[in-house]
Every structure is written in C-alpha cells, then in structure tokens.
C-alpha cells in the first residue's frame, strides 16, 4: 500500500508518473528539475520532499524501475544458459531505447531490488562459466553498459562521417567495416568464459 504524506491528493507513484513523463519528453535527467516535477505533478516543490528527500532519489527509483521491466528471473526457465543471456541482452536493448533509461543508469549507482535481481540472476546463469560468477556478471553488464552508453553518445557517428568524405586507403578495415553485431559480440564473450550454446539447432 502506497504510503500518503500529509496531502491526500498525492503519493510516490503519482511524483515517479510525473518524472517518468518528463523524462520521455526530454529524454534526459539533466533536462528536468525538481520544480519541473512539482509543477507537473501540480504543487509547490516542497511538497514533493514528504515523499523524496531529492531528485536524485526520484531518479534513483525510476531507475530500479526500469531495470524490473527486465523480468529477469524468468530467464532462468530457458535450458541453455548463452541463449537465456542474449535473451537478456535483447530486453536490455529495449530498455536502453527507452528515452532517458541511459542518463538514468549514467546518473548513479542504481542498488534496489529489481538491480539485486538482475545481478543475482546474471550471476546464477554464469554459475558454470571458466570465471567467477561475479566476474562474469561484471563482464557482461561493463560491454553492454559500454556498448550502450558509447552509441548514445555517437562514438561511430565522426568515424562513419570521415569514411564518406576522406581517402581511406591506408585503412582498408575501417572503411569497409560493416555494422555492429551485438548478439555475436556477446555470444563470443559467453563462449569465451565457458558458457557455448547448448540450444538444439536442428
């Protein structure tokens, strides 16, 4: 049961509704403020500190909340181990085009129960890996964490720019690189640490 302050007429899920709308809108928390909140969920900023005691815990929340939309315990339903990761991978993608996901992961350490599950879970299907389970853990979530965070940020986009204007000739793999393929990326990673596709292919 959602805990009231003293006005009736707002709680946490309405504050967190509000942020989450600014956020698709804007597409980043540096974009919002505390009184952006306030006004769009209709009262003074004040008010909003019976429910957080700052933004960043707001941003905090909605973080761990994105990371639930995840559902990663399910995964561990799916019999090959590699597959039930690129499974993960997948959902991840979906979640990190979500527009402010990335500058909220960026923001701050994100340490709730939908974060503990998502770790407990990467480190339960890597149990078998050639490393430690958290190794392992730290591993994948540091290249998608990265992979993610480096695209946003457009580290291709000045590269794809010089191979369309510039003589690369002195740079055959760069200029005939194709694009990125996540899945085999981290399909290398997985069987590299131990963990191949045990998934029947006929």
Do not use: K
Request: charged share 25%; proline share 5%; glycine share 8%.
């Amino acid at each position: 049961m959602t805990r009231r302050g003293p006005r009736g007429d707002i709680d946490r899920e309405r504050i967190l509704r509000a942020a989450d709308r600014l956020l698709h809108e804007r597409g980043s928390i540096e974009g919002v403020a505390l009184r952006a909140v306030a006004g769009e969920v209709g009262v003074a900023t004040n008010a909003l500190y019976t429910y957080f005691p700052s933004l960043r815990a707001i941003w905090h929340e909605l973080g761990d909340e994105r990371l639930g939309t995840l559902l990663p315990r399910e995964l561990l339903g799916i019999p090959c181990r590699h597959c039930a990761v690129l499974e993960l991978m997948q959902r991840a993608n979906t979640m990190a085009n979500i527009p402010g996901t990335l500058s909220l992961l960026r923001a701050q350490p994100i340490l709730g129960r939908h974060s503990f599950a998502l770790s407990e879970t990467i480190m339960e299907l890597t149990a078998d890996a050639t490393v430690h389970p958290r190794d392992a853990h730290d591993l994948i979530v540091g290249w998608f964490y990265g992979n993610n965070v480096l695209t946003d940020e457009g580290w291709t986009s000045g590269t794809d720019a010089i191979r369309a204007e510039d003589d690369l000739t002195d740079f055959p793999r760069i200029a005939s690189r194709p694009e990125p393929r996540t899945d085999v990326q981290l399909g290398a990673i997985l069987t590299g640490i131990g963990l191949p596709c045990t998934a029947d292919r006929e």
